[in-house]
């Protein structure tokens, strides 16, 4: 079965960067759509970005223009790299795959997913 580590969570203070990344045990090119999801205490679960093989990237209207997605087929990795973050980021965030389409995990369908890495920002 596919395993997908997160790591690069932690504490920063409001306004401050801190980049994702997810390791895939196999090759992230033969999942068709990559990407993350984050849940705070008490709250719903949100895709927050997600990116196909092709086409152009999705992000949640929360993040768009702060927050980019990238995928390394060489390393077999997805990258989250958040800017110009707020308390409201805080959350567990966690990495996730499909053989489907971003829609796909729009709805939630996420086939792959990693443990999560806890992000926290500081007001």
């Known amino acids: 079965q596919v395993q997908l580590v997160e790591s690069g969570g932690g504490m920063v203070q409001v306004g401050g960067s801190l980049t994702l990344s997810c390791a895939c045990s196999?090759?992230?090119?033969?999942?068709?759509?990559m990407g993350w999801y984050r849940q705070a205490p008490g709250k719903e679960r949100e895709l927050v970005a997600a990116?196909?093989?092709?086409?152009?990237?999705y992000y949640a209207d929360s993040v768009q223009s702060r927050f980019t997605i990238s995928r390394d087929n060489a390393k077999n990795t997805l990258n989250l790299q958040m800017n110009s973050l707020k308390p409201e980021d805080t959350a567990m965030y966690y990495c996730?795959?499909?053989?489907?389409?971003?829609?796909?995990?729009?709805?939630?369908?996420?086939?792959?997913w990693g443990q999560g890495t806890q992000v926290t920002v500081s007001s």
């Open positions: 996730a795959g499909t053989p489907g389409t971003i829609a796909t995990m729009k709805g939630g369908s996420g086939s792959y």
């Open positions: 196999e090759t992230i090119f033969s999942i068709n759509t």
């Open positions: 990116k196909s093989r092709y086409g152009s990237p």
